[in-house]
Structures are given as C-alpha cells and as structure tokens.
C-alpha cells in the first residue's frame, strides 16, 4: 500500500499508539489501514447416495484441477450463506448447509477457510463462469492427485475417515508452509476437543 483510500496521502509503515504492530497509517490524515486476513468459505456437497460434488477450475491459481467449491466471503453475508453462495456460483447446485466441519489457517497467504457439510437438494448441477465441469464423486473416483489446494485434500481425507467411523468431527488446523523446503507444506490440527493429532 503506498497511498490513503480516504484522503490520497502517503502511507508509512509505523506502530499506532496504543498497538503493537506495524500498520500503514496516513501522513495526512493519520487514517490507520488495517490489513487483515481474508475468510474463504464453502462446503462438502453430499449427495443422497454418498457421492461429493467437486468443480474442475476454469480460473487461475490452479486451472483446471479439481476443488470444493469456496471462495472469498461478501461484505453483508454469513459463512454459512457463503458457503451456499459459492455452491450455487461455482456449481449451479442448491444445497442445504449442515454443520461446520474443517476450519483452515494459512498464515503464509493471510487467508482462513471455513468448510461446512452440505446437503445437495438434487442432482441438479451445472458449471458456472469459474468451473469447466463439475461432477459427483464416490470415494474410490476422486481424483486425489488433481486436486487444487492442500485444504481440499487435508478436509476430504477427514471427510472420508469419518464417514467410515460414522460420525463428523469438526476439526481446526493450521497449514503451514515448510522453511526448510519451500513449496512444501506440513499440517497440524486439533478435533473437537483441542486435542492435536496428524
């Protein structure tokens, strides 16, 4: 940020009075600009007879593999009806939002992920402007190794196991990117209860 969205002045990187971090604030104005991490929601489509409905990309980052469908939330709306909001943008799919069920830290890109359980209404589904196809998928056909994000793979894995346990347990965790190898990832997540497994 080099410039102030209220006045036009110049920004410099300063602690404010009372704060501990650095910000952009204003010369000008002294207006402070807070820069926080965004929220991604979205959700598991399931349909009635076990299978997930995934969206093949049609936008970058990761053109043309496979995803839940998610995306950034708008201003106005909760994560449960953005979560709803993305099936229907990315899936032309209605769903029915169950219960939230992975929630995502990626301190490297500043963003959260909230992944709920959803139920599809019907079979009913169509790729939107930022798909190429979308498609239901059992278990044994998802396509593991064209996944787009370590998000999807880490909450379908967790999907999966439960299911087979017969019981969702809503899981938070922390993807965090590896300092001795850049452009790897390693994970760290807790279930229900803070207990932390891997």
Avoid at 97 to 108: A, D, E, G, V, W
Avoid at 189 to 198: A, I, S, T, Y
Wanted: with cysteine; charged share 30%.
């Amino acid at each position: 940020m080099n410039y102030c969205s209220s006045c036009g002045g110049r920004l410099e990187l300063r602690v404010p009075p009372g704060d501990s971090r650095e910000r952009h604030v204003c010369t000008r104005c002294g207006e402070i600009h807070y820069q926080n991490p965004k929220l991604v929601t979205g959700c598991i489509p399931e349909y009635e007879d076990g299978r997930l409905l995934l969206c093949r990309r049609a936008i970058e980052p990761r053109y043309g593999l496979w995803t839940l469908p998610a995306g950034f939330m708008e201003n106005g709306e909760s994560c449960q009806e953005g979560a709803a909001r993305e099936t229907w943008e990315e899936a032309k799919a209605r769903v029915e939002i169950l219960q939230l069920y992975t929630t995502f830290n990626l301190p490297h890109i500043d963003q959260v992920y909230l992944l709920f359980r959803g139920r599809l209404a019907d079979a009913r589904f169509a790729p939107g402007e930022e798909s190429l196809e979308v498609a239901l998928f059992r278990e044994e056909e998802i396509p593991w190794d064209e996944l787009a994000f370590a998000v999807v793979r880490e909450t379908l894995r967790l999907y999966f196991e439960d299911r087979r346990q017969g019981r969702f347990v809503p899981r938070v965790g922390d993807i965090l990117r590896d300092p001795h190898s850049p452009g790897r990832f390693y994970m760290n997540l807790m279930d229900d209860k803070g207990r932390g497994f891997n």
